[in-house]
T-cell receptor, first 112, second 115 residues
Framework: GENVEQHPSTLSVQEGDSAVIKCTYSDSASNYFPWYKQELGKRPQLIIDIRSNVGEKKDQRIAVTLNKTAKHFSLHITETQPEDSAVYFCAAITGGSYIPTFGRGTSLIVHP | KAGVTQTPRYLIKTRGQQVTLSCSPISGHRSVSWYQQTPGQGLQFLFEYFSETQRNKGNFPGRFSGRQFSNSRSEMNVSTLELGDSALYLC??????????????FGPGTRLTVL
């Protein structure tokens, strides 16, 4: 089955810096890659997603890039703010099965 | 629109018991997926229901089961509880089947503790 590895597990940055979280996947048939943000004690929320026919997608300070050849995708957050502090999860979904496999999460800490 | 709701929010059970969790999706959403979240294993997919039919199932034992009603509300049942079943159980709803390629909206979760 699919295997998703996410790095780093913890990321500490200063306010205003950029943050990058990377996920690698194993199943070349995976074609949909969402990113979720989960604040402490709250539910996960979709923040951005990308499909396999697109290389990059941007939404204000957040962007996701996908390299299908290398089988990895990354979340980029620019001009980080303290409210960006949360756990971020990536996922990979294989088109045929629609079963999502999640990364283990990255705890992002933004220091004011 | 009201968001996804889950009941109960907290539950304490003992080993060997069974438990039923409930999820009410956003009005109009027909797909409901269930997930287990633990510190050790992270977020794992349990199953997805659409139009009262289970469409996909993750790698969990048969003690984990679910169903969906005609109003799209879904229940998840865990029988013969084990200590390792202690987790946050999340459900998520989306408009269409194969739910994960649609935007999923998560509920607040049910925190299950097995003693």
């Amino acid at each position: 089955g699919e295997n998703v590895e996410q790095h780093p597990s913890t990321l500490s940055v200063q306010e205003g810096d950029s943050a990058v979280i990377k996920c690698t996947y194993s199943d070349s048939a995976s074609n949909y890659f969402p990113w979720y943000k989960q604040e402490l004690g709250k539910r996960p929320q979709l923040i951005i997603d990308i499909r396999s026919n697109v290389g990059e997608k941007k939404d204000q300070r957040i962007a996701v890039t996908l390299n299908k050849t290398a089988k990895h995708f990354s979340l980029h957050i620019t001009e980080t703010q303290p409210e960006d502090s949360a756990v971020y999860f990536c996922a990979a979904i294989t088109g045929g099965s629609y079963i999502p496999t999640f990364g283990r999460g990255t705890s992002l800490i933004v220091h004011p | 629109k009201a968001g996804v709701t889950q009941t109960p929010r907290y539950l304490i059970k003992t080993r060997g018991q069974q438990v039923t969790l409930s999820c009410s999706p956003i009005s109009g959403h027909r797909s409901v997926s269930w997930y287990q979240q633990t510190p050790g294993q992270g977020l794992q997919f349990l199953f997805e229901y659409f139009s009262e039919t289970q469409r996909n199932k993750g790698n969990f034992p048969g003690r984990f089961s679910g169903r969906q009603f005609s109003n799209s509300r879904s229940e998840m049942n865990v029988s013969t509880l084990e200590l390792g079943d202690s987790a946050l159980y999340l459900c998520a709803s989306s408009l269409r089947a194969g739910g994960f390629t649609d935007t999923q909206y998560f509920g607040p979760g049910t925190r299950l503790t097995v003693l």
